[in-house]
């Protein structure tokens, strides 16, 4: 699954353990490398470094191939390691910690269509106060160059039986108050420079 | 019993009848629900994605105008449900965070009320005697299996009413129902939904094994309690052979004899009525 592990003096950036420490506020050195967490999680093989090894990259401080990983990035958020981490360490926080560093970062992301589908998920909850799916799917084809034939042809097969029931909406639901949800906005996700 | 009652945004268009069926059965079981005005998006699995600040202001807002309600906030969607008892949990531990959460929403917010799942409410609250009494129909012959997924019972610290490795609690409401609760090994497995755009390569091997576990026990349909899980496990699964993905509301609303109920199973990709005519249920 991984590659070398061993760091060498280049890879290791002293600071980066400190910062996500700082970061995330979880409790990285109480690993002791179980496993517990690989075992049980659904996406591990889909990763290039399973959690346990995300955990002791972060230890190391090896910033590059953490942030250049497509485990940060292909983490469901399922939550079955943190249940059963025996010392209770929350790897899904973490996960949303170092995939937010590597962003503000500038990392080159792996796994980039994931970053794009959460970003256009947002853009209707900041116009209207709630989600609008026509909007947000549109947005993600267009910004995740989504246009193989087989997109295609899923898209409109789903977007077709969606249709017949009655479940696609084409006019959003727009709350009275979109002010106080925009200045939500304002003060947290763009206040960050994002 | 009332509630404050948040729905959420998918049960107003995706997952309309989970809405609609959630509704239905709390007015026949003498549960009030009194919906949370202007209420806002929750954010969802995006809102943490990509900046934890406005994870919690989200949730606040709706939170904060439930509590001027002075009501416990009753939540339909399991994701919803995390997220409003995560910035509930955070404000309860910490009156300084809640202090500030405050300025940011530009209300005050205290966690004085609670926050809870429907499934909660129907079987702790309310209890199955209550339900099993309403019961006029009940779904005799019905092999089910009650998928639980992620965020009803995980983590445990935040939004636990049942077991994280083995709940029962829709089990013993289907059982309550007259219907067969099969045991079965993806009780609390991850679909993939946060990932059915992002990489959904990766969603549909776990949707798939779900599906795969469900048809290894014989079950008849998968009764799920999240719209992500529904809308994942309905519109994407393969055969062989069409596997039906049922709200546990649906089913109360069957068992309680409900007319509408025929209504909410026309919305399914994965046509249940030829399963639930077969059984002489609808």
Redesign the interface.
């Known amino acids: 699954m991984s590659d070398n592990m061993t760091p060498s003096k280049n890879d290791c950036d002293p600071t980066f353990a400190e910062r996500v420490r700082r970061e995330s506020g979880v409790a990285i050195d109480r690993c002791y490398q179980c496993l517990t967490c690989t075992l049980g999680c659904d996406a591990a093989y889909a990763m290039d470094y399973p959690p346990n090894q995300i955990v002791r990259l972060c230890q190391m401080g090896m910033k590059d191939k953490v942030f250049s990983s497509s485990s940060i990035w292909v983490c469901t958020a399922c939550e079955a390691c943190v249940t059963r981490c025996p010392n209770e360490i929350d790897i899904p926080h973490l996960m949303d910690t170092l995939h937010q560093m590597a962003l503000a970062d500038g990392s080159p992301v792996k796994v980039p269509s994931v970053p794009v589908f959460h970003k256009v998920f947002l853009a209707p909850i900041k116009l209207f106060g709630r989600q609008f799916e026509v909007m947000m799917m549109g947005l993600f084809m267009l910004r995740a160059g989504k246009f193989s034939i087989s997109d295609i042809k899923t898209n409109i097969t789903l977007g077709l039986g969606m249709f017949l029931r009655n479940k696609l909406k084409f006019i959003p639901h727009r709350i009275r108050d979109t002010k106080a949800v925009k200045e939500i906005f304002r003060q947290t996700l763009e206040g960050r420079g994002k | 019993m009332k509630y404050a009652f948040y729905p959420g945004?998918?049960q107003?268009?995706?997952a309309?009848e989970f809405g609609q069926s959630s509704k239905a059965i709390c007015r026949e079981l003498g549960i009030e629900l009194e919906e949370i005005p202007?209420?806002?998006?929750c954010?969802?699995?995006?809102?943490?994605?990509?900046?934890?600040?406005?994870a919690d202001?989200?949730p606040a807002?709706n939170l904060a105008i439930a509590e001027k309600m002075g009501l416990d906030t009753a939540v339909v969607c399991a994701a919803c449900y995390l997220r409003l008892r995560a910035t509930r949990h955070k404000v309860a531990g910490s009156p300084e965070f809640g202090k500030a959460l405050a300025d940011?929403?530009?209300m005050p917010y205290e966690a004085q009320y609670g926050v809870k799942n429907l499934l909660d409410i129907i079987v702790n609250d309310l209890g199955l005697d209550e339900v099993q009494k309403k019961v006029r129909k009940p779904l005799q012959g019905l092999r089910l299996v009650s998928y639980y997924g992620?965020?009803i019972v995980?983590?445990?610290d935040i939004v636990g009413f049942d077991d994280?490795e083995n709940p029962t609690s829709m089990d013993r409401l289907l059982e309550a129902l007259g219907a067969e609760a099969v045991d079965w090994g993806a009780k609390?497995?991850?679909c993939?939904?946060?990932?059915i755009?992002?990489?959904d390569?990766?969603a549909l091997k776990?949707l798939g094994?779900v599906i795969e576990r469900a048809r290894e026990v014989d079950a008849d349909a998968i009764v799920v309690a999240c719209p992500m899980c529904h809308a994942n496990l309905d519109?994407r699964q393969k055969g062989p052979g069409p596997m039906p993905i049922l709200y546990f509301t649906e089913l109360v609303g069957l068992a309680l004899g409900l007319p509408e109920a025929e209504g909410w199973f026309?919305?399914?990709?994965v046509d249940p009525l030829n399963l639930l005519k077969g059984k002489k249920l609808l």
Do not use: Q
């Open positions: 945004c998918t107003e268009a995706t309309e202007d209420w806002n998006c954010g969802a699995s995006s809102g943490h994605f990509l900046d934890e600040a406005l202001a989200l807002r940011r929403i530009g992620c965020y995980r983590p445990p994280p609390v497995d991850c993939g939904g946060s990932l755009l992002g990489r390569d990766i776990l094994g519109m026309r919305k399914h990709l």
